[in-house]
């Protein structure tokens, strides 16, 4: 089981399941990446493995940003893969994590590739627990349709199913319509949503993971 | 592929002692159809065939060529490339669904057909699964929480994607292997729907 309460505070995410994947929704500048990064950190610091498929921020920054998060992150603990498109399709190794490089954010099977080599390296150095954070499926929409996306997640779910992995993917809940958002969210075992409060300050709230949603709480 | 029919295979292979051997090791459980080189092959190719056993190294119409013309007709089939040399993750990019290293075993050839009639199920059902999804979402997008309560159709409709998810779990149990999963997604990206 996977412990995420620790990065936010509900009893729902106290044991959260092997091969779960969670949406994690909200609109711009809620604070989703930072939260998806959190919950990989939290992981590693515990030694579990990290994989993190970027469509925003180059790898390099991926990978330094998140030994500032971690500082005791270890050679082949974190794999990242950068579908910026803008570094070619290479792949080696970036400050002693695993860099894969796909060439668009709608090239699904270089995406699917690079997150194969990634889990590969991670299971041949030994780790048997790891969490995915895909960052942003929002991304990922401007390049392809939402019956795609929703395939996509599906079988990556799937695929971090069998790796007995947990992903968490974030969407941008104010960039599409509703029914995308609805569409999008049945590929997930769970939910976190994030809002904005008139008053200043976030809240959150769960939903899917264990019984009914959560209340809305503040961060 | 319908119910009572067995699938069909179609093997392209220049050689006719290996393209017989395949026959007799497959025939008792599909149709099979013979090709000796790409040109044949692609002549046989309709919408009722399931798989392609299809031989990389032939005279004239080469292997890779044929699978090219075969997904520009878009026909939803699966192929599995023979090939000489193993090939690497990134040759899976090339667009075919599955390799076999020759020389070929009556086993495997067994299991990769087996398999890539199980991904053409998953396939169907993702893409079965997906319309009720999408079906569901317009009822929730547009309905209030009460009118979905009253609704039998909206009712019914999450019963039958409960179904379906478990189904698509048993399928391939989840995804299979790196194969499988690269595979699938190559499918996915391609826009190639049942």
Not at chain 2, 119 to 133: I, K, P
């Amino acid at each position: 089981m996977y412990d995420l309460s620790t990065v936010l505070d509900f009893d729902a995410l106290q044991s959260v399941r092997p091969g779960s994947s969670i949406l994690i929704s909200g609109p711009a500048m809620s604070g989703k990446e930072r939260l998806a990064y959190d919950v990989l950190a939290d992981g590693a610091r515990d030694g579990d493995g990290a994989v993190v498929v970027t469509t925003s921020d180059q790898a390099k920054t991926v990978v330094s940003d998140f030994r500032d998060l971690v500082p005791e992150l270890e050679e082949s603990q974190l794999g990242v893969i950068d579908c910026r498109g803008e570094g070619g399709t290479d792949s080696g190794s970036v400050d002693g994590a695993y860099v894969h490089q796909v060439s668009s954010p709608g090239d699904l099977t270089g995406i699917g590739i690079g997150i194969t080599k990634a889990l590969e390296g991670l299971h041949n150095s030994g780790r048997e627990r790891g969490r995915l954070a895909l960052v942003s499926l929002s991304t990922m929409l401007t390049y392809t349709d939402k019956k795609t996306v929703f395939k996509f997640c599906h079988v990556l779910s799937s695929r971090l199913d069998s790796a007995g992995y947990i992903g968490v993917f974030t969407i941008d809940s104010s960039a599409h319509d509703e029914q995308t958002i609805q569409v999008i969210k049945q590929a997930f075992d769970g939910l976190i949503e994030l809002r904005d409060v008139e008053t200043g300050g976030r809240e959150a709230r769960v939903l899917g993971l264990s019984g009914e949603p959560t209340a809305w709480k503040q961060l | 592929m319908s119910e009572s029919d067995p699938p069909v295979v179609l093997i392209v292979e220049d050689e006719p002692d290996v393209a017989e051997t395949y026959k007799l090791w497959l025939q008792a459980e599909y149709e099979v159809r013979m090709a000796q080189n790409g040109d044949e092959g692609l002549d046989l190719l309709d919408e009722t065939v399931d798989v392609v056993l299809l031989d990389r190294m032939m005279p004239g119409l080469s292997g890779d060529e044929v699978l090219t013309r075969i997904r520009e007709r878009d026909l939803g089939c699966r192929v599995a490339m023979v090939t000489a040399v193993e090939p690497d993750f990134d040759i899976l990019e090339m667009g075919f669904d599955a390799y076999l290293s020759k020389p070929i075993r009556s086993e495997q050839l067994h299991n990769t057909v087996t398999n890539l009639l199980e991904r053409s199920e998953y396939d169907s059902l993702l893409q079965a699964y997906y319309a009720l999804v999408e079906k569901q979402a317009t009822l929730e997008a547009t309905k209030s929480t009460a009118e979905l309560a009253e609704s039998e159709q909206y009712d019914e409709l999450t019963k039958e994607i409960q179904e379906m998810r478990e189904g698509l779990s048993d399928t391939l149990g989840g995804i299979g292997d790196d194969d499988d999963f690269i595979a699938t997604l190559r499918g996915l990206s391609n826009g190639e729907e049942n």
